[in-house]
Each structure stands twice: as C-alpha cells, then as structure tokens.
C-alpha cells in the first residue's frame, strides 16, 4: 500500500464529501489527529478501520487501495448494493454525529447556565450576610466606610461583582475553546505574557455574558420543546 497515494484519495474525497477532518473521524470512531496523519501519510488506517473509512467516503475498501475499480467491479450488481448500504452507513453516522453534537451544546448550555446563577445567588447571599454582621462593612472592597449602605446599595454592589465573577469564568470558556484551535507554539506565547491574555480573556467575558446567557437559555428551551415533541 503505498501512503502517498491512499493520503491523497482520502483528502481528496473527503473534500468532496464536504466533511472537515474532525467530522470525518466522528463517523468512523477516531480522531481528527489520526485523520491528518492519514492525510499526510504518516500513517495508514488499521485494517479494520480500512473499511469503515471507505464506506463514509461512499467507497469500496478496493478503490479506496488501488485507486481504480475494474470493469467487472463497475458491473458487479453487488458493488452497487455495497454503494448503497456504504450511503445508509454514512447518512446514519451523520446523523448519530448530529445528534450527539446537539447534546453535547445542551449538556454545555446548561452547565454554563446553571454555573452563572449559582455565582450569583452566592455572591448576593454573602453581601447580605457581610451586611446583616455589620452596618458599616462595605461588601464590594470589605472596607469599613463612614456612611451605612442600603440594602438596596448592597445587592446592587453584589450584582456588579457576580458580573465580574461571570465574565472572568466566561471569558476563560471562551479562551479554552480557543486555544484548542491555534497551534501550540502560540498557546506558549500567550502564557508568556498572562497580563494582556487576561485583560483579553476579561474584555472578552465581560462582552460575551450576555449573549452567553442568551444562547444557553435558547438552547435549554430548545432542548425541552424536543422532548415535549
């Protein structure tokens, strides 16, 4: 088997299939990482994979080897059943890699969700009791202060510090699935200089939380509808 060439049929119908290398690998049970290597020929599929990689591609393992099928294979009334039960394979993947995509974002909707009201009912429950201990504790910077606050003074002071708590936790969620996306050398760089990261990873919290709020709202409605259906 030569690598090169099994490398460039894999790319190549895997771009016409319109499926990126993670998408790929979620039909046949492995990894992104193992189709790049594939890709690049630095490794060949196992045996047993051999197969399951041709069907996805709506191939036969023999083309997928040799490059060209014979006439006789062209002619062959079972290779053409073998197409059709290879489509029914991958359009069950698909679907089972949907499916599973689909509850996965729920499954992190409502971890964030229920993560972002916890934060906030625990900050506002310490506020209030640092406020009931003492008229004269300030809770935002735990300071003791001249003037009383107000209640309401208090639970605004708690908001605006869950807000901060939110988007430093938001902001890490977004970093995280960022760095899972650029090389690592640059993942390095930017844990060099942690004091412009984290004024990144603040910035970008404090404009994502909102809209985080939103679409794991939406999604957990989503989810219910679903179910009801």
């Known amino acids: ?10 790319y190549e119908l895997r771009k016409e299939k319109g499926l990126s ?3 790929l690998g979620a039909l046949i049970g492995v990894s992104n990482k193992a189709v790049s290597k594939w890709e690049t020929g ?5 045996t047993e994979t051999i197969i399951k990689l041709a069907s996805a591609l709506g191939i036969t393992a023999e083309e ?4 060209k099928r014979t006439e006789a294979e062209n002619l062959n009334t079972l290779g053409a ?29 409502k971890i964030y969700f229920i993560s972002v009201i916890c934060m906030f009912i625990a900050v506002t429950i310490i506020f209030i009791v640092l406020y009931i201990m003492g008229d004269n ?3 935002l910077f735990l300071i003791e202060t001249e003037n009383s606050l ?11 510090m869950s807000y901060i708590f939110c988007s430093v936790y938001t902001g890490i969620s977004v970093f995280i699935s960022f760095i899972k996306k650029i090389p690592v050398w640059v993942t390095a760089v930017l844990f060099v200089i942690f004091p412009i990261t984290f004024l990144f ?17 939406k999604a957990i409605i989503k989810k219910g509808k679903n179910k009801n259906g």
């Open 42 to 46: 630095a490794a060949v599929p196992k």
């Open 81 to 109: 059943l073998s197409d059709k039960t290879a489509n029914i394979f991958l359009q069950s993947k698909l679907n089972d890699y949907e499916t599973n995509k689909k509850s996965n974002e729920y499954k992190n909707a």
């Open 1 to 10: 088997m030569q690598n090169y060439d099994v490398a460039n049929r894999i």
């Open 137 to 139: 504790i300030y809770p």
């Open 21 to 23: 290398q993670k998408e």
């Open 150 to 160: 107000s209640l309401k003074e208090v639970i605004l002071s708690s908001a605006v």
């Open 64 to 67: 997928l080897l040799c490059g």
């Open 201 to 217: 990873i603040e910035i970008t919290g404090m404009i994502m939380v909102i809209p985080e709020i939103i679409m794991s709202v």
